[in-house]
């Protein structure tokens, strides 16, 4: 039986993990973890903060993901937003999805990522 998600990988461009640690510790305050010696050697990058990790994997014909994402969930979502903007990212907001504000942004190599919080009753 699943239990829980245990992580969500990305794809990435060769070359591009040091855009990807600016990005991810820098602007969303994620943790860098350290990968496995045996599957750093492929490159790549894996984030945690608390229970959430993200693993960003090299792909060498890399396209990104602009449709597939993960749902990220925050707190203070407009602190969260703003903070985003303040790095020069774009924060696209969708209220469409009821019971919760959200919006989209995308990671320097242009994976979509959403971010959202439940609505106040």
């Given at each position: ?7 969500v ?42 229970p ?7 792909e ?35 209220e ?26």
């Open positions: 039986m699943i239990t829980a998600v245990d992580h990988q990305l794809a990435a461009p060769p070359g591009s993990e040091e855009r990807l640690r600016s990005y991810y510790v820098d602007v969303l305050g994620l943790t860098e973890i350290p990968k496995p010696p045996a599957l750093a050697a492929r490159g790549g990058c894996w984030f945690r903060t608390g959430v990790q993200l693993h960003l994997g090299i060498e014909d890399f396209r990104p993901a602009r449709k597939a994402h993960p749902g990220l969930r925050v707190v203070d979502i407009e602190t969260y937003a703003a903070r985003l903007e303040a790095h020069g990212a774009t924060v696209v907001r969708d469409n999805l009821p019971g919760y504000r959200r919006f989209y942004s995308a990671d320097p190599v242009g994976n979509r990522l959403e971010f959202l919080e439940a609505s106040a009753p």
